[in-house]
């Protein structure tokens, strides 16, 4: 069956520092991922998804960007992390029998102090 | 372009209350509907979908049917329990692969005993 792992669960950051979060997925090949972030008490904000190793759309404008090194790893970075970096974020995956449907991993609490 | 429109919350109902939240879509073509929840602290789970005119989902005693005349996908539960607390998200997709979904706002919705 398939997995979706996010690492680290929780995370505290001092502004101005930078940012790394991992997403992999396990049990299946050439998944599509997807980085979404929710803020407090609202809802998803769709940042980043790939279709393929190398190929990052971009759907917001902001100091995040995303790389898919291999085909089942999505990472998230920041060089320089704001106070409005705050958040829950969701990484998401779609393939194998259903592509239609997404399945989404336990998410990283991120605060920025 | 696609759109999802859910009702604000939140919802407070008493145990063993009929639950609607209102879910309506605009879309081009004929999209793919699904109803994900998210508990406190946890990422979103898959709760019931449907990909086609009147095909009705159904999970855990939830129901939804995907109505075009209406273009909405409304969630029902007929007696909702203290673990239904959550927040409920409605979406959609196009029938494509690697077309992120969309998603609505959520629904808050906590039950008292």
């Known amino acids: 069956s398939q997995t979706i792992h996010q690492w680290p669960a929780t995370l505290v950051q001092p502004v101005g520092s930078p940012l790394s979060l991992e997403c992999t997925v396990e049990?299946?090949?050439?998944?599509?991922l997807y980085w979404y972030r929710q803020a407090a008490g609202r809802g998803l904000q769709l940042l980043f998804y790939s279709v393929g190793i190398g190929q990052i759309s971009s759907e917001v404008p902001q100091n995040l960007s995303a790389s898919r090194p291999q085909d089942r790893q999505f990472i998230l970075s920041s060089k320089k992390l704001l106070l409005s970096d705050s958040g829950f974020y969701l990484c998401?995956?779609?393939?194998?029998?259903?592509?239609?449907?997404?399945?989404f991993g336990p998410g990283t609490r991120l605060t920025v102090l | 372009g696609n759109s999802v429109t859910q009702m604000e919350g939140p919802v407070t109902l008493s145990e063993e209350a009929f639950l609607t939240i209102n879910c309506t879509y605009t879309?081009?073509?004929?999209?793919?509907l699904f109803w994900y929840v998210q508990y406190p602290g946890e990422g979103l789970q898959l709760l019931l979908k449907?990909?086609?005119?009147?095909d009705k989902g159904s999970n855990k005693g939830f129901e939804a049917t995907y109505r075009k005349e209406t273009t909405s996908f409304h969630l029902e539960k007929g007696s909702v329990q203290v673990s239904d607390s959550a927040v409920y998200f409605c979406a959609l997709t196009s029938n494509s692969g690697n077309t992120p979904l969309v998603f609505g706002k959520g629904t808050r919705l906590s039950v008292i005993a």
């Open positions: 049990g299946t090949s050439n998944p599509n």
């Open positions: 879309a081009t073509g004929y999209p793919s």
């Open positions: 449907a990909t086609k005119a009147d």
């Open positions: 998401a995956w779609t393939g194998g029998r259903s592509t239609d449907t997404q399945y």
